[in-house]
């Protein structure tokens, strides 16, 4: 029995987080694992990331070096882990495994993984309403806060209706405070919330 390797034709990563690479088999007794090596192929033309042979584990493209790993003594499990994508790591990666048998001859799989790097949607600010008709006494002391969801980072700015619909810009930031309100504090405001 020859063991099968297995691992998805596909998968797509996030820029800037980490992916697995899955490349699994079931270990099978007579079978000893020779060598594993990734490779991967894109626009800079393929090459070889990662070896694991008798002597270690070894780290062969300077681009990946201290971002890729393998899991240590879980036997049959040689996915590839590779931290903070950069969008320059799209491609075909390569798992390919070497046994040996009891007979000295050598065995080898190999199972291909088609790599993209997505960037997160973006998505654009939703404020949440404010209370409408707020009534405080004159000489109290409050304050307004915006607050939106959305992709950050979000910036905030506040804004007083003045009139044949102008508005008048007060402040930039999500909260508008007054220490001690007076009558002509009275108006209509509003904030803009605004991001990428």
Known sequence: AFPDLSGPSEIKGVWKESVTLPCAYVPVEDLVQQTLIWTVAHD???????????????VLLSEYRDRV???????????????????????????????????????AKEV????????????????RA?????????????????????????????????PAGKAVFLSSGAELAWPSLRPSDSGTYFCEAENR
């Open 44 to 58: 800079k033309g393929s090459a070889s990331i990662f070896r694991r042979d008798d002597s270690g584990d070894h």
């Open 69 to 107: 790993s393998i899991p240590k003594n879980a036997p049959g499990n040689v996915s590839l882990l590779i931290l903070s994508l950069e969008i320059s790591d799209r491609g075909t990666y390569t798992c390919q495994v070497t046994w040996r048998d009891s007979n000295n001859s050598l065995i």
């Open 112 to 127: 291909t993984t088609k790599l993209e790097v997505v960037k997160v949607a973006a998505t654009k600010p939703i404020i």
């Open 130 to 162: 404010g209370e409408l008709g707020l009534t405080v006494p004159a000489g109290a002391g409050t304050s307004l806060t915006c607050e939106a969801s959305g992709s950050p980072p979000i910036s905030y700015r506040w804004f007083r209706s003045a």
